[in-house]
Nanobody, 118 residues
Framework: QVQLVESGGGLVQPGGSLNLSCVASGSVFGIERLGWFRRAPGKERKFVSRIIRLEGSTSYSDSVKDRFTVSWDHSKNTMYLQMNNLTPEDTAVYYC???????????WGQGTRVTVSS
């Protein structure tokens, strides 16, 4: 079993930056991939980014590519999402997720809220 806890959300002005964290605990060795999804107000949850834990290869949605960077710190069992040049369209609850002994996203954090507004 794996537990995921996100942090780092908050209020930021357009053009600003935030760095989200997701700490994994429990059977971390069972995690193949970790990812970030987000749910904007009144919309469905959507894929943002993912990283393969051991290889480090990454993938991004077109809407965040070249602005967001996902990374994994093995020493801290923590995934990060560095978000730059934020726009109001990035306003959402951001969720950390993992594929644990599975090929589907079967473990989720509680979410952290990001609001981009002047």
């Amino acid at each position: 079993q794996v537990q995921l806890v996100e942090s780092g959300g908050g209020l930021v002005q357009p053009g600003g930056s935030l760095n989200l964290s997701c700490v994994a605990s429990g059977s971390v060795f069972g995690i193949e991939r970790l990812g970030w999804f987000r749910r904007a107000p009144g919309k469905e949850r959507k894929f943002v980014s993912r990283i393969i834990r051991l290889e480090g290869s990454t993938s991004y949605s077109d809407s965040v590519k070249d602005r967001f960077t996902v990374s994994w710190d093995h020493s801290k069992n923590t995934m990060y999402l560095q978000m730059n040049n934020l726009t109001p369209e990035d306003t959402a609850v951001y969720y950390c997720t993992a594929q644990v002994y599975a090929s589907s996203w079967n473990t989720w954090g509680q979410g952290t809220r990001v609001t981009v507004s002047s």
